[in-house]
């Protein structure tokens, strides 16, 4: 199967960057919210998977690769995900008085 060459597209750059810039406004207000910190740590977290997949997608040219990288996209994403919240927690439960 040839491969489809990425073509590198200012306008799809300049949405990625802008909506890149709305959702780490959208987290830092979210941090700054009095909720729960595991609510805090929650949200932000998703929002920065979200963030990754919209530089994967509109940057990097993944959905061009073929089903299997999906897959490989959603292991990675697993694994970061369970890197990131589970430290926070940790830290979190022993920070408590």
């Known amino acids: 199967m040839a491969s489809i060459p990425f073509r590198f597209d200012s306008r ?6 802008v909506v890149q810039i709305a959702i780490v406004v959208i987290a830092v207000a979210v941090s700054r ?9 929650a ?4 929002l920065t998977v979200v963030n990754a997949g919209i530089v994967a ?5 993944v959905r061009r690769d073929g089903p299997m990288v999906w897959v490989f996209a959603a292991i990675i994403a697993f694994f970061a995900i369970n890197c990131l919240f ?4 940790d830290i979190y439960e022993h920070m408590r008085p």
Do not use: E, F
Not at 33 to 39: F, I
Not at 86 to 89: D, L, Q, S, T, Y
């Open 43 to 46: 949200i932000v977290m998703s």
């Open 57 to 61: 997608l509109l940057l990097l040219g």
């Open 12 to 17: 799809r750059a300049a949405l990625a960057s």
């Open 86 to 89: 589970w430290p926070a927690w």
């Open 33 to 41: 919210l009095d909720l729960p910190v595991r609510a805090n740590i």
